[in-house]
């Protein structure tokens, strides 16, 4: 008997044209990397000085945990919590270098210097690409374009800050939490995902006139946890039900 012929491999994916990568890699490094500029007068509005901002913005280079941190100091939050509620948001950055050091199998001496670049840009435009070269160029272009502008916006700034002199006067200091919203909104594509950001919203909201500067955000982080542990119940049941109508069918 002749042996049954092996399945047929899949194809590989077609490669993506360099200058498509690049083009597209750009286009998000300079679309996020102008909002810098609101976080840099959202720090300054907070209190902190031109060298204080930057250095976060070139040490951290997260910009929700940023705008964060800032946000819990301009409330008069305390800088510890401040600092835990920032390091929660930026907690899943952790993840996304779990998943791209095995797509991008950088060389050993690069990966530290990468490990600065892995954000949520970045880590969506690397994965986005067909093809391990492809998710090289996305990630390099993004990453440094995103981390020269949004560095080069923060300076502006926070200078221009500076200049203004009170930004709650001006209404700047609503820029930071505008911008962020706006970059979170269009992320929120599954109704798990909207039902955890709008218990985030009730349970930061509701927290905000009982709770001190920076606490809501630790306690709005509970919102994630909570809606799946309702998700697992809910298939959990929806299951035990199915197999209930299938015992009574027999």
């Known amino acids: 008997m002749a042996a049954p012929p092996a399945p047929a491999s899949e194809p590989d994916p077609e490669p993506k044209p360099d ?9 998000v490094g300079v679309a996020v990397g102008l909002s810098g500029f609101a976080f840099g007068v959202t720090s300054a ?4 000085s031109v060298l204080q901002t930057c250095a976060l913005s070139l040490l951290v280079f997260t910009g929700a945990s ?6 819990a100091l301009a409330a008069g939050g305390n800088p510890l919590t401040a600092a835990a509620g920032a390091f929660f948001l930026g907690v899943r950055n952790a993840f996304y270098g779990l998943r791209l050091s095995q797509l991008l199998r950088l060389p050993g001496p690069v990966r530290p210097l990468a490990a600065q670049w892995v954000i949520d840009e970045t880590t969506a435009v690397a994965l986005a690409q067909p093809t391990r070269r492809g998710a090289r160029i996305g ?3 993004t990453g440094l374009s995103l981390y020269v502008l949004w ?8 200078l221009g800050a500076e200049a203004l002199g009170d930004t709650t006067a001006w209404g700047l200091d609503a820029a930071g939490p505008a911008v962020f919203l ?14 955890v950001a709008g218990l985030a919203v009730v349970l930061g909201l509701g927290f905000l006139p009982v709770l001190p500067a920076g606490v809501p955000v630790l306690v709005a982080a509970l919102a994630a946890p909570a809606v799946l542990w309702l998700e697992g119940r809910r298939r959990a049941a929806r299951g035990t039900d199915t197999a209930g109508r299938k015992g009574a069918d027999r």
């Open 139 to 141: 990630f390099t272009v």
């Open 66 to 71: 940023q705008f964060a941190l800032v946000g």
């Open 182 to 195: 706006a970059l979170l909104a269009p992320m929120l594509r599954t109704a798990t995902e909207r039902m």
């Open 151 to 158: 560095n080069l916006t923060t300076l502006a700034g926070a």
């Open 45 to 48: 509005g907070a209190g902190l």
């Open 19 to 27: 200058a498509a990568v690049v083009r597209d890699a750009l286009g």
